[in-house]
């Protein structure tokens, strides 16, 4: 087991080092907080600590400080992690190994403390999981995830001695040719047993120009004075990718994505053409769906089943019912209930209801609307603001003039009402059961019951 009630034989702290500028990502943005699959990449490292079911998690932050600490607050609160929080400012950006030396009085309340960078939004919860059960088994002072990677570049090299020990990380700038040439690399994530940890945080000198202090010196420091350090060999060598460019988000965006993609596919969903699909990591879609290339999907879009989706189609926050098709539109924060008919080329914009059975044609934009059981808005109409009931017919290029101006007005159609074609509906208009209104008119005042509205001038033909 990883984690034990009882405080004095092994408790478990986590520590996320969240404090980096980032400045080769060239952003106002805290490096964190750029995004992977929909979601900052500190929602990832912050998940998989709470899954580790640690006493208490520790936040060490630095550039934008209140930024960072305001996004831990809402994902802990989205992702429903009641773990204690605490934040360490780490006053200067002094590397590594002084953000962990900053964090020490959050740290010796535990036995055992996993390190993880909030940089590394691949990393997966079984290696994790495996690099502390491996810590525990092996009894040593501290164990590394590490992985081999085809092209080592950017990252510290891990020199093993010829009984396969690890010897010491290596950065690459005072590599040697022989140490670059390693293809194991050290991925950031630690488990120490913390009576070590603080020995040789006391002990790690400074480095380079700016005097930094690396995490990586104290595990040298460890060996030398008999300490036993192991390493955990990643079986899934990319999730140890950090993000220190956005050229290296996109890289971590493209893996994650097909993440996202393999695990909806093996759940029972068609994807036609995974290159071309992109799903954040929230979404949901329901068994025997089909996903048409060129869809994108974000937020926490959930999808029913036997759906059609697709092609180029984009959805953020939609809800989805059972046996819905929606092509070549745009959908966001709104509701579309089951065996509903959307596009091409509609717009379904926030708080709007869809259906059941509903049809929204092409170059149709709903606004802040609820469309009925079985109405039809086929063609090029505007539905803003209104209310529309049951087995309704709105004629192509109908438009609720909902805007006055200054404010918002409210159009309701009752049900079963047929509103022609061209029809301007001027709000707040209401028009009755079983209606009619004729082409070409433009309604002012409410339509009673059964009524047939013709609103236009009579046609003169002039010679």
């Known amino acids: ?62 550039y934008e400080a209140d930024r960072v600490k305001q996004a831990v607050s809402e994902i802990t609160k989205d992702c429903g992690i009641n773990r204690p929080t605490q934040y360490i400012l780490q006053k200067k950006a002094l590397g590594s190994g002084n953000a962990v030396l900053e964090s020490i009085p959050f740290l010796k309340k535990f036995k055992t403390v996993v390190v993880l960078c909030g940089d590394t939004p691949l990393i997966t919860y ?88 690396f995490l990586t010196d104290v595990l040298e420091l460890i060996r030398l004075k008999g300490g036993k350090v192991n390493a955990y060999l990643s079986q899934v060598p990319e999730e140890v990718l950090g993000v220190n460019s956005r050229i290296q988000l996109s890289a971590a965006e493209r893996i994650m994505n097909r993440r996202m993609l393999e695990r909806l596919m093996l759940s029972g969903v068609t994807i036609l053409d995974p290159q071309s699909t992109h799903v954040d990591a929230d979404v949901e879609i329901g068994q025997d769906s089909v996903i048409y290339p060129g869809t994108i999907l974000r937020g926490k879009t959930k999808i029913g089943k036997m759906c059609r989706v697709g092609p180029f189609t984009h959805m953020y926050d939609v809800q989805v019912g059972n046996e819905c098709e929606i092509r070549m539109s745009q959908l966001d924060s709104c509701r579309v209930l089951e065996k509903s008919q ?22 149709t934009e709903v606004k ?89 001038a009579r046609q003169v033909n002039k010679t």
């Open 1 to 62: 087991m990883i984690h034990h009630k009882d405080k004095n034989s092994r408790s478990l702290g986590v520590l996320i080092l969240a404090a980096g500028e980032g400045t080769r990502m060239e952003s106002t943005i805290p490096k964190v907080l750029h995004h992977v699959g929909g979601r900052p990449m500190l929602f990832y490292t912050l998940r998989l600590a709470n899954a580790l079911k640690p006493q208490a998690i520790g936040v060490v932050v630095g």
């Open 342 to 363: 959307i596009g091409p080329f509609a717009n379904i914009r926030p708080e709007s209801v869809i259906g059941p059975r509903a049809r929204i044609g092409n170059f």
């Open 368 to 456: 802040a609307s609820r469309i009925g059981f079985g109405t039809k808005v086929n063609h090029l109409s505007y539905i803003g603001d209104a209310e529309i009931h049951e087995d309704v017919n709105i004629g192509a290029g109908t438009i609720t003039c909902n805007y006055d101006g200054k404010a918002k007005h409210k159009t309701t159609i009752a049900a079963k009402a047929f509103v022609g074609s061209n029809v301007n509906l001027i709000a707040p208009v209401k028009i009755g059961r079983g209606a009619k209104i004729a082409a070409g008119s433009t309604v002012t005042e409410d339509v009673p019951d059964d009524a047939l509205a013709i609103a236009r």
């Open 126 to 213: 079984e290696s994790l999981y495996a690099l502390v059960h491996s810590h525990e088994e092996q009894k040593g002072q501290v164990t590394l995830l590490t992985a081999r990677l085809a092209n080592p570049k950017g990252y510290g090299r891990i020199v093993r001695t010829p009984l396969g020990e690890v010897q010491r990380i290596v950065e690459e700038s005072v590599g040697s040719p022989k140490e670059l040439a390693i293809q194991e690399v050290n991925s950031g994530a630690y488990c120490f047993e913390l009576e070590s940890l603080m020995q040789g945080l006391k002990e790690i000198g400074e480095k380079g120009p700016k005097k930094e202090h």
